[in-house]
């Protein structure tokens, strides 16, 4: 009975600090909450500044394109190509579509994303190749040069900035156009 008393008062004690340590961890963010409202009426342009770029963070995280709906825009383009007769093909358009579905194929293209923005990077090689100049550091530029020279694509608000250019004209072949008599 002697040893059960200690035990009971020990646990209390480690309750009553777990529960004191959250009750001040709330009150900190209670008062900075109370300090951050007094700051927005004292100055409220700043305020609204801070609160825009907050905004404009978070919308392009939400808009961020992720890598399925990418795979599934290139899909569709793809089936909007199909429903369109050859002869009108851009061929820029074509070549996009051939390029994108060569290093998917291939296994060379990566999808990063990066919270607020995504990347495509095509890599040299596909992953699984274990030739010598993929491996030897000797051979190859520095990791971040080789990286940011390979940025393929550059995904934002939901767009592919690349892609989204190739595909502006996409049912104007400029050839067939520039043969017409004036």
Known sequence: MAAATPTRGLLRRIGQGFVEFW???GNDYLAVAKETAEACVEKPFKAGLY????GTLVYAYRTNPSELRTMNELRELRQRM??????IHNKETDAE????????????????N????SLLVQSPHDSSVRIYESQNQNLKDWTMIE???NIYDVGILLRW????????DYDVNHE?????PD
Do not use: V
């Not at 990066?114 to 923005?117: C, T, V, Y």
């Open 23 to 25: 009750r001040r961890i």
């Open 51 to 54: 609160f825009t770029g907050l």
């Open 82 to 87: 199909t429903l369109l007769p050859t002869s």
């Open 97 to 112: 579509l051939a390029e994108r579905s060569l290093l998917m194929c291939q296994n060379r293209l990566r999808y990063y």
């Open 114 to 117: 990066l919270w607020f923005f």
């Open 147 to 149: 990286f940011f020279n």
């Open 161 to 168: 900035r690349r892609l989204e250019k190739k595909f502006r």
């Open 176 to 180: 067939e156009l520039d043969r017409l």
